[in-house]
């Protein structure tokens, strides 16, 4: 009998192409876990949750215990970005005079909106996990989709340490060009001026004080990301799962995510292959999904009567080039067909 290789694990990514089934097994992966006497922490980081669903409990952003060890936790991408950003607009206003503030605020709240500003802040979120709950928990698992969320988690170190030492290399040569207009007597910027408190120093060798609490920042917030990395990195502390279905589509996504995890040295673990027909004769099995069917289409009929409802059946074979998706559309536009 195959069984997942979860012994020692403390890390596990559960990802795959959407609809396959991934929430499902992180959920049972989990409290699997969990029965075998290992303390563990299930974090969904997709925003359209269903681990809650799943449990059949109301999960949220805060931790939440699902069954004895086992703690389950929906991470909420709004309030993920207004921690992070709150967390940016402390720091800027270090760094200015109060007059600015309202600047820096507006600044802040622009980049609310901008290209990348959730996913960064998720991220952090997911390495910032990785590091701390590693220690607090036995185990911590989550249901993701890895190609993209970790590929970046693994690009992030790099990005961080050529913006923080950019930083700090600028704010070095700043100290020094400052250092030496004093000592040719010269008043450098106008005291009081908006933008002054970047150039004030309270000590001409050890610099501002001020501007060295954000460079701690960024350097912390570095360290975690390097950490997590080499968490990610490490078979023997984490490994990945893919979910797939026997189908045509999530067999080429899953393909891809492979291709993509293994160019950074990302070892899979293994594959999830998820709602295979049982064995034997399925007559009996087929009549019992049917009913089941039944209930559920009465139950969309009732509960969504106000709204339009069309009706696509399963194929024989995967849905793939031109003529089987005529027939799908035939089902959209019936009375074109």
């Known amino acids: 009998m195959v069984q997942l290789p979860v012994a020692n694990r403390r890390v596990v990514f559960v990802g795959g192409k959407g609809g396959v089934g991934k929430t499902t097994v992180s959920a049972a992966l989990a409290l699997r876990l969990a029965d075998q006497g290992r303390k563990c922490l299930v974090v969904s980081t997709d925003p359209a949750h269903s681990l809650g669903d799943v449990f059949d409990q109301k999960i949220g952003s805060r931790p939440k215990e699902l069954a004895p060890r086992l703690t389950g936790l929906e991470i909420d991408p709004d309030a993920v970005v207004d921690e992070y950003l709150a967390g940016v607009k402390q720091s800027m206003r270090s760094l200015v005079q109060p007059s600015m503030y309202h600047e820096v605020d507006r600044q802040v709240e622009l980049a609310r909106s901008s290209p990348g500003a959730v996913e960064a802040a998720m991220l952090e979120r997911v390495a910032g996990l990785m590091v701390a709950e590693g220690t607090e928990h036995d185990a911590l698992v989550f249901d993701t989709a890895p190609t993209g969320q970790t590929l970046r988690l693994l690009t992030l170190p790099e990005i961080m340490a050529a913006w923080t030492e950019g930083l700090i290399g600028h704010r070095e040569r700043s100290d ?17 001026d908006d933008l002054s408190h970047f150039d004030q120093t309270d000590d001409a060798e050890a610099g501002d004080p001020r501007f060295r609490l954000v460079r701690d920042k960024l350097l912390e917030r570095r360290r975690v990301f390097q950490k997590a990395r080499r968490m990610l990195l490490d078979p023997e502390a984490t490994m990945f799962l893919l979910v797939l279905i026997p189908e045509r589509l999530p067999i080429l996504e899953s393909a891809k995510a492979i291709a993509a995890l293994e160019q950074f040295g990302v070892p899979i673990a293994g594959l999830v292959v998820n709602r295979i027909l049982p064995d034997g004769p399925i007559g009996d ?9 039944k209930t ?13 409802q069309i009706r696509v059946p399963l194929f024989p074979r995967d849905v793939g080039g031109l003529e089987p998706l005529r027939q799908v559309g035939s089902y959209l536009f019936p009375d074109e067909a």
């Open 176 to 192: 020094k060009l400052s250092k030496v207009v004093r000592n040719l007597g010269g008043a450098g910027r106008a005291k009081g």
């Open 285 to 293: 099995f087929l009549e019992e999904r049917r009913e089941q069917e």
């Open 296 to 308: 559920y289409l009465r139950q969309i009929e009732l509960q969504f009567k106000d709204k339009l």
